[in-house]
């Protein structure tokens, strides 16, 4: 059984592992479709409405809920330092292929850096200092509040940005907070009638606002701006930061009790998703290098996006279950 496995289901107190809780491979396969979809997409996102509204939607909830979810695997990890080592080596693995790629074989101007991560690698970054951080501060007394009042503090500070993906890191810890602090019978609760419609009605009026208004300036979803950088240079700007972290939480929720319990055909695909995520964004400058966004426009992007998570869930999933047959 892979080490992703043992994040998952954890192990009791004699060492035998529980039964796998595919909701969560489930969860994780949907979310990885709609990353690569939408990584597909922006580029020309610009060209129609219908795109960029999208791109809106899809940002307020698909990172916050992948970090969600990875916050909630801490309850299974026993020895922290291993992952800290293994994601910081994908890190400077794929910053290192990332600049070969692009400076030797596409042909791009750029320099080879490991403080500034190179298009979604920042959050290998990220990760590792999520991980690093989390047991000094996870006993800390109301630290999921102030760890929000921290992510909204630092968007005042102009500097405060994209090196070693700072900016990120502080915005995004409440969700990692959130979901180490999520139980399994939260979720199983909210699933429940009385309240699934509620917060499906509240989500629908929620999109219909964010598709139809620019109440959240796009830049900001992305957690990497200041509010000046973004056009937000009043006082309040803060109060921006805060209703994006409600928005954001509740759509999360809203998705994950959507998603079914139980395996499913594609739920072995969702143990999967790092690897997934770590190939996806190469492989999309290499086809953008080749003439994609020639070739394909407007919607037909998405579905091609979808198409191209699914096809390198399968194909990784192939490869390292070879692999794992071989090895062992």
Request: aromatic share 20%; glycine share 6%; proline share 2%.
């Amino acid at each position: 059984m892979t080490n992703t496995t043992n994040v998952i289901t954890g192990a009791n107190a004699i060492g035998t592992k529980k039964q796998r809780d595919y909701y969560y491979d489930n969860v994780k396969f949907f979310l990885i479709i709609l990353v690569v979809a939408t990584h597909t997409f922006s580029p020309v996102m610009g060209e129609s409405w219908f795109l960029e509204r999208l791109f809106y939607f899809i940002y307020t909830f698909h990172m916050p809920a992948f970090i969600i979810i990875c916050g909630h695997f801490m309850k299974y990890i026993k020895n922290l330092n291993k992952y800290v080592f293994k994601y910081t080596k994908y890190y400077v693995v794929m910053q290192t292929v990332y600049f070969i790629v692009m400076k030797y074989l596409l042909g791009q101007k750029m320099n080879l850096t490991y403080s500034m991560p190179y298009y979604t690698y920042w959050f290998m970054l990220s990760l590792v200092a999520w991980y690093v951080i989390f047991p000094y501060v996870k006993d800390i007394k109301w630290i999921l509040l102030i760890s929000i009042l921290v992510g909204i503090t630092v968007g005042y500070d102009r500097d405060f940005g994209l090196s070693m993906s700072l900016s990120r890191t502080v915005v995004y810890f409440p969700y990692f907070l959130l979901g180490y602090f999520l139980k399994r019978d939260h979720i199983s609760t909210l699933k429940e009638i009385k309240w699934k419609y509620a917060i499906w009605a509240l989500c629908v009026l929620l999109v219909f606002v964010l598709l139809n208004y620019d109440l959240i300036p796009r830049p900001l979803l992305q957690g990497k701006s200041s509010y000046a950088m973004v056009g937000l240079d009043m006082w309040y700007a803060g109060a921006y930061r805060l209703t994006l972290y409600g928005i954001s939480t509740l759509i999360s929720i809203g998705f994950f009790i959507l998603i079914p319990e139980g395996e499913k055909f594609y739920s072995k695909l969702g143990s999967q998703t790092l690897y997934v995520y770590l190939a996806h964004g190469l492989i999309l400058k290499i086809l953008q290098y080749n003439g994609l966004y020639e070739i394909f426009s407007g919607i037909a992007l998405v579905f091609i996006g979808a198409l191209l998570g699914l096809f390198l869930s399968i194909s990784i999933f192939i490869i390292r279950s070879s692999y794992n047959k071989y090895k062992y």
